[in-house]
């Protein structure tokens, strides 16, 4: 096609449609036509070209080529595809165009079904959705695989998507193995996010024992999410375990287990069991305990009663560090948790009224009543 006129070179696709050549000509064409200086004339093959072929043109360097080639490429809205419908090779190319340089090709490519249990596209929500209400059981073992095997961030992603979809059924020995530091090849990213899947396992009587190997794995993250879910599963039934660990250099864990220890068995916050150790924290001379010291008072006193003396005095202190902090992180939360406490002290401690709950029983009683009228 290198002798033939730019006008020629843009015609060809045209006439080799209407007039189908031989196969190894057509092919020969094709590879030729990809490296077409012109974007006019690959604007037309992109147009013409028909089969597998087309999706070559999806990667050109022109914007307007590859936009165009996708569209015609893309799948999505002619037909509900079927996880099982889409091939290894099209799901392959579709994630492939998704890291595509141009836009407009990346957005039509994530909207395109790949067949991935894990695809986050809204064709894959659609997918999981159905799965959950047609067969809860199949949708859990098959994320339960990917959570066994695969590359780290797929393995996470599994392992968020059962707990968030709460398919987790059956999954206390895939979890265990996870999180426990003697099984090997585990990224640490997969046993901290197993760890704190194990915490929504109230229904598991093994969840607790589960946890226990990750309490002392070399990862400080894995440690303290484990103890965030012990906290979780036995709230006042583990205090001397969490005794223990309050005492933990490490900022993350320390910080979990003090609030654990801050919760009776029905979860409301009894300042006076940690409130000491929640004071210390505030005044520790390493920012990072700070840091997460703040972390906790927000999480404690936003939810007890302003009116307890010691309530007082660790709200004082979180104003002091919004004040005087030096660490800017620390300094930030600070501020932030002064804020939500200073609109606690603006609301009386009492329950929360639910109006429209309300609303609704005085209508039905007004129904009622304008019932019992009717029928006398």
Known sequence: TRGLSERARRGLPRLMRTFPAHPALTAAVHFETLTDPDDHARLMHATFTPGPELADFCFDLSPAV??????????????PARAASVSDHRARIARNLARHPHAAVRTLARGEPTGDLLDASPAGRVRLISMLSNDRAALSARLREHAESGEAERRVLAIRTARRLGVLDGWLDSLRALVDPATPGIDPRVAATAAAALGGMHKEPGAQAALEPALDHPDPRVRANAVESLGRLARSKNKARFIEIKTSPEHRTRANALRALARDESGRTDLDTAGDDVASMLGDDRPPHRLSGVWLAERLLCVAPTRHERWQTLARRV????????????????????????????????????????????????YAAAYSEATR
């Open 319 to 366: 104003a002091s560090l919004a004040r005087e902090e030096k660490d800017a992180h620390t300094k930030a939360r600070a501020v932030r948790c002064s804020r939500r406490l200073l609109a606690r002290i603006s609301t009386p401690d009492q329950p929360i009224r639910d109006t429209a709950a309300e609303r609704t029983r005085d209508r039905l009683a007004h």
């Open 66 to 79: 590859s936009a165009h080639a996708t569209i015609r490429w893309s799948s999505v809205g002619t037909a």
